[in-house]
């Protein structure tokens, strides 16, 4: 069984940043592919970023990409997501997602490729 635990969530400002953790608990850590996602009010869990085993492959929505950055630690078994320049429309409820994997270099983008999920922690970001 693996436990993720996502933290760092907050209320903030419209162009502050937060760094969002996930540890992870129960797993080889460094051959689980590692995403992000969030899910606003009354919309769908949305596909945010994605990491490979090694953290050299990512992949971002357009709606965040040259503002979040997706990392990883393998010796902490952690993974975290930079937000930078947040925005109103960023205001969610973070889920980290984890997915055992013979691939090296894939990372995945779709939820139903996800096997674990954290309990999610609140961004909301102010106007």
């Known amino acids: 069984q693996v436990q993720l635990v996502e933290s760092g969530g907050g209320l903030v400002q419209a162009g502050a940043s937060l760094r969002l953790s996930c540890a992870a608990s129960g797993h080889t850590f460094s051959t689980y592919a590692m995403g992000w996602f969030r899910q606003a009010p009354g919309k769908e869990r949305e596909f945010v970023a994605a990491i490979n085993w090694s953290g050299d492959r990512t992949y971002y929505a357009d709606s965040v990409k040259g503002r979040f950055t997706i990392s990883r630690d393998n010796a902490k078994n952690t993974v975290y997501l930079q937000m930078n320049s947040l925005k109103p429309e960023d205001t969610a409820v973070y889920y980290c997602?984890?997915?055992?994997?013979?691939?090296?270099?894939?990372?995945?983008?779709?939820?139903?490729?996800?096997?674990?999920w954290g309990q999610g922690t609140q961004v909301t970001v102010s106007s």
């Open positions: 997602a984890a997915r055992n994997t013979n691939r090296a270099n894939y990372a995945y983008t779709r939820r139903d490729e996800y096997t674990y």
